[in-house]
């Protein structure tokens, strides 16, 4: 059974940096484009970041420049954050892009930046 788990979350100041962690069990990392999502209460889950299993990646225009996207291995994905802002509090999700061909979601970590 795939198993996600993403880490690192909390509350800080707006300004401020987390980074997050994605540990994926199996190969589903090694062999799929992965991604980060988040969703703020009310909202719908959005797409922040992806990284393709040849590394190109792609960001949100909102986190351009503040967000980066990376692997160690096949296991193990990552997302640093710097220059939080308030709008970026959500909950935040790894897992495979598309969404379509996710069959499993994780509990998420929940970030809060204060203003």
């Known amino acids: 059974q795939v198993q996600l788990v993403e880490s690192g979350g909390g509350l800080v100041q707006a300004g401020g940096s987390l980074r997050l962690s994605c540990a994926a069990s199996?190969?589903?990392?090694?062999?799929?484009?992965m991604a980060w999502y988040r969703q703020a209460p009310g909202k719908q889950r959005e797409l922040v970041a992806l990284t393709t299993t040849d590394g190109r990646t792609t960001y949100a225009d909102s986190v351009k420049g503040r967000f980066t996207i990376s692997r160690d291995n096949a296991k193990n994905m990552y997302l640093q954050m710097n220059s939080l802002k308030p709008e970026d509090t959500a909950v935040y999700y790894c897992?495979?892009?598309?969404?379509?061909?996710?069959?499993?979601w994780g509990q998420g970590t929940q970030v809060t930046v204060s203003s």
């Open positions: 199996g190969s589903i990392a090694s062999r799929n484009t």
């Open positions: 897992n495979v892009y598309p969404t379509y061909l996710a069959d499993y």
